[in-house]
């Protein structure tokens, strides 16, 4: 496989990442429509729990951080409550990391064997992992920082790089980019490293806005303490 086709492939992957529509649907049920068997039908669906408690054979349903009372069999009434972990693991095919409970991954698949992970928090703060599953994708790490910097640099900003490795509990060795872009207002930090073999491999990256460093940190910090990579 050509570098130049590895790199249109992945230019690709990277605009379905970035540049991905989304769509909407609205029904309104005002006064006067609440015998509307679709609108009743809406109002019940609004009332459904995210998650089901079972104890001893009896089941209720149950959102985070609420209280239910539960009838037990023989009578007994047991007062039960459902809490969110503060963090959670989340495992691919070849890697696991530990990332905000509040904050979902999201698995697309790009074609031409390539899965990409994305975990992104509500200020912009996103850790992606893009899994290759028929060649190595570390040498990727300029082309996706370009992809991802453009819009900033062509607005003004400045980009400053160097060469980044990263060494992961077990041993293992990530090499690639740190990288800033700074802007006549914010800056954002950048981190471009991969890990593969002949024919496979992983590219992880994260960013990070100077502004929200206090609060979002810990979100990359996790990512990287907690990193496992199984190829």
Avoid at 3 to 30: M, P, Q, V
Avoid at 32 to 47: I, K, Q, S, T
Avoid at 143 to 160: F, N, R, Y
Wanted: glycine content about 10%; aromatic content about 6%.
């Amino acid at each position: 496989m050509s570098r130049a086709t590895s790199a249109s492939r992945d230019r690709r992957s990277l605009e379905w990442n970035w540049f991905g529509g989304t769509g909407h649907a609205t029904e309104t049920c005002g006064y006067g429509a609440r015998h509307d068997p679709a609108c009743a039908g809406l109002a019940r669906a609004e009332d459904l729990k995210s998650f089901k408690l079972t104890i001893d054979g009896v089941t209720v349903d149950i959102d985070p951080g609420e209280d239910a009372n539960v009838t037990l069999p023989g009578g007994r009434t047991a007062k039960v409550r459902l809490d969110r972990n503060d963090f959670a693991t989340f495992s691919g095919g070849t890697f696991s990391f530990v990332h905000p409970s509040r904050i979902s991954v999201t698995e697309t698949d790009l074609g031409d064997s390539i899965t990409q992970y994305l975990a992104a928090s509500a200020l912009g703060t996103i850790v992606v992992v893009q899994e290759y599953g028929k060649m190595n994708p570390v040498s990727l790490d300029q082309l996706m920082l370009q992809e991802m910097t453009k819009e900033s640099v062509q607005a003004g900003g400045m980009l400053t790089q160097q060469p980044t490795t990263r060494k992961l509990a077990d041993g293992r060795q990530l090499t690639g980019i740190k990288a800033t872009v700074k802007t006549r207002t914010d800056s954002a930090d950048f981190e471009i490293v991969g890990f593969g073999l002949a024919d496979q491999g992983l590219l992880f990256i994260t960013r990070i806005g100077d502004q929200d460093a206090a609060t979002e940190q810990p979100m990359i910090d996790k990512f990287w303490e907690t990193l496992k990579v199984r190829l």
